[in-house]
């Protein structure tokens, strides 16, 4: 190893940094989150560093660097555009047995700055030894990622149990085992939820019932958004990295999938119209089953799975078995799709409210209030309403509607072949023909800004001519 990782108890130790601009801002502030106390020598100092001086957080030693001001301090740090200054005080330190880095100047480094995953307690630290530091900036990317962001505070509370535990169990190994369920079970998924007591009284029942350690697993509905895997939640990535199984519709697509944990199973429960491959009782029974077998299942929905996704039902059953769950929110595709066709829902000049439609409801509702959705000044954004498109025209058209409304049928929004086919509601039926699936409708006047505000992949006009969109950097 070129470098010994290890960290420093800074907590109110003299450090000293050579140094009063944004570089040495940046790292005052890793210092001050470690309990450091900072002694600045520099001519002037940033605004922020001079904030900090007036709370009393900094003291501002010297506008001069001298040797002597080295003499009792526990590290320094040189962060000025001086480079004889820089190595003056490299050598200085060197030369009192100090540690010292000076700022993009590795050789004169005694000790170096990793890049951070700050979890605290928990504290993951990445160096490639100064040779590739945005390299190390893109792995601790990677990481925080996967690191859920309850992490820190499940180390802080399972700390405060170690005592206890350690009393429960004489061997090491079984302590071991403990934790390891713990962090693999009940106790970590209270702690992502924020259900801190429930979390510590799943602690209290493993430590009291050690041998019956819940058999029963979890469900987790997910939603994965509309199609481009970057919209995927960093929670949501979280969850599908610690499945068991996953159980996916056919809204979610591959680029989702592929994040997946890669020894899950994959279940495909997709349902398309007149074509139910499972049904959702089925469905139901089937979520409930995987989780009594001990299993942490996620439930994997395009888009949100609580806006036409049957997720709050899929809930009930498993609340019915007493089955623990977790709900992980997605974009739905009338935010998403529509914000990748450069059309805004809302708009001060042409609507003021939007309205979420399903074009699918059961064979027994025939309650649809046509008045209300032929308003004007309002956005609809239909979601699987490709089929009834004929009818959503004529109704609307028949209470009220302008036939002259913009419309768009957005196929496969957000994906890399999204299509967009705008034209006014008197052809509704014809575009709906012509779109990809999924394919989200969107009716309305801000239907006419998709010509200014188009940023993403192509659009097609009613004309059927598939035309480039521009984006404009200027």
């Known amino acids: 190893m070129d470098y010994l990782p290890i960290f420093a108890d800074l907590r109110q130790r003299p450090v000293l940094v050579v140094g009063g601009g944004e570089v040495a801002a940046r790292k005052i502030d890793l210092l001050l989150r470690a309990g450091a106390a900072v002694r600045i020598v520099a001519q002037s100092l940033s605004p922020e560093l001079e904030h900090r001086r007036q709370a009393s957080q900094v003291s501002w030693l010297a506008e001069r660097f001298v040797p002597q001001q080295l003499d009792d301090v526990f590290l320094v740090i040189a962060a000025t555009d001086d480079a004889r200054l820089n190595a003056e005080v490299f050598e200085q330190a060197n030369q009192r047995q100090r540690l010292a880095n000076v700022v993009d100047d590795q050789p004169k480094c005694s000790f170096i700055f990793p890049s951070i995953v700050d979890r605290s307690p928990i504290v993951v630290a990445i160096s490639s030894s100064g040779t590739a530091p945005v390299l190390a900036r893109l792995l601790r990317e990677k990481l925080e990622t996967l690191l859920p962001a309850s992490l820190g505070k499940m180390a802080e509370i399972a700390g405060g149990w170690r005592e206890r535990v350690k009393q429960r169990f004489s061997s090491m190994r079984a302590r071991r085992r403990f934790w390891e369920q713990a962090f693999d079970g009940s106790f970590a998924s209270l702690m992502a939820a924020g259900k801190i007591p429930q979390a510590e009284q799943a602690l209290q029942y493993q430590l009291d019932n050690p041998e019956a350690i819940a058999q029963n697993g979890e469900v987790t509905l997910v939603g994965a958004g509309p199609g481009d895997a970057g919209l995927l939640t960093l929670r949501g990535l979280q969850v599908m990295q610690q499945a068991d199984v996953v159980l996916y519709d056919y809204l979610v697509s591959e680029e989702v999938l592929d994040l997946v944990r890669r020894d899950a199973d994959k279940i495909c429960v997709g349902k398309r119209a007149s074509s139910h491959s499972v049904a ?74 939007v309205v979420f439609v399903t074009g699918h409801c059961r064979p027994e509702d025939n309650g649809v209030q046509w008045e209300t959705l032929a308003k004007g000044k309002q956005t609809l954004a239909i979601y ?55 394919a989200l409708l969107v009716i309305g006047e801000v239907v006419a800004l998709h010509s200014q505000l188009a940023w993403f992949g192509h659009h097609l006009q009613a004309d059927g001519v598939q035309r480039p969109t521009v984006v404009n950097l200027a």
Request: aromatic share 4%; glycine share 12%.
């Open 280 to 353: 959702q009782d089925d469905i139901n029974r089937l979520l409930v089953k995987l989780a009594l077998q001990g299993k942490k299942v996620v439930r994997l929905k395009g888009g949100d799975p609580f806006i036409f996704g049957r997720g709050g039902e899929e809930l009930q059953a498993v609340k019915a078995a007493g089955i623990p769950f977790q709900v992980v929110p997605g974009v739905t595709a009338a935010a998403g799709a529509t914000a990748y066709a450069g059309i805004p829902l809302t708009h001060r000049d042409y609507a003021q409210s």
């Open 384 to 438: 699987m309403g490709t089929l009834k498109a004929a009818e959503i025209s004529q109704q609307l058209i028949a209470h009220g509607r302008a036939a002259s409304t913009p419309v768009a049928v957005i196929g496969r929004g957000t994906r890399t072949d999204q299509q967009v086919l705008t034209g006014t509601l008197d052809n509704l039926e014809h575009l709906a023909q012509q779109a990809p699936t999924p």
